[in-house]
Antibody
């Protein structure tokens, strides 16, 4: 059973870089069949796609975050990661890692989510 | 502002049927991309409810159904139960974005 688990600091200071890692179990991140992504949800608000990474390492990012986001994959560790620089309070959210569904462009698997608060 | 538009809230009594709409544009739903639906219970990650416009993953009751037409889609829940009270999100894909686009979410209240 595929499992995704986010890890990283729950508190980040303004202007610093938010770093999260998603560890994948039971399937390889080097699989050519799927892509992986990050989604966030500010408290009380809706879901927002941040970006995606493919087995090859190629990426796509949300335009409004593109200048601050880096997503990468480490197939040797079966992990992929998110870095978001110059954070502000507006970046406070639950961050989910996710995998593309087996039959199309949807989220087939979600991590449990991790709350990251931006505060001094 | 979300790319896909959903009503903020809907409600219904137990046993009734409710529908939730999802309106997109020619860049996403209208471009032929599939629509998918998720249910999010409080404090939990979203759960896939419908994929590929009409398909239910195993374990999702057949009380949940969905359709797509033109630039819109809808989710129907029949025989409402108290446990259906949750937030529901539609999702599609946008070629210009090369990524997932979501609706703003609809809070379902079971009266």
């Amino acid at each position: 059973q595929l499992q995704l688990q986010e890890s990283g600091p729950g508190l980040v200071k303004p202007s610093e870089t938010l770093s999260l890692t998603c560890t994948v179990s039971d399937v390889s991140t080097s699989s050519r069949s799927y892509y992986w992504g990050w989604i966030r949800q500010p408290p009380g608000k809706g879901l927002e796609w941040i970006g995606s990474v493919y087995y090859s390492g190629s990426t796509s990012y949300r335009p409004s975050l593109k200048s601050r986001v880096t997503i990468s994959v480490d197939t040797s560790k079966n992990q992929f990661s998110l870095k978001l620089s110059s954070v502000t309070a507006a970046d406070t959210a639950v961050y989910y890692c996710a995998r593309q569904g087996a039959y199309g462009d949807y989220v087939g698997h979600w991590g449990q989510g991790t709350l990251v608060t931006v505060s001094s | 502002q979300s790319v896909l538009t959903q009503p903020p809230s809907v409600s219904g009594a137990p046993g009734q049927r409710v529908t939730i709409s999802c309106t997109g544009s020619s860049s996403n739903i209208g471009a032929g991309y599939d629509v998918h639906w998720y249910q999010q219970l409080p404090g939990t990650a979203p759960k896939l409810l419908i994929y590929g416009n009409i398909n239910r993953p195993s374990g999702v009751p057949d009380r949940f159904s969905a359709s797509k037409s033109g630039t819109s889609a809808s989710l129907a829940i029949s025989g409402l139960q108290a446990e259906d009270e949750a937030d529901y999100y539609c999702q599609s894909y946008e070629s210009g974005l090369i990524g997932w686009v979501f609706g703003g979410g609809t809070k379902l209240t079971v009266l």
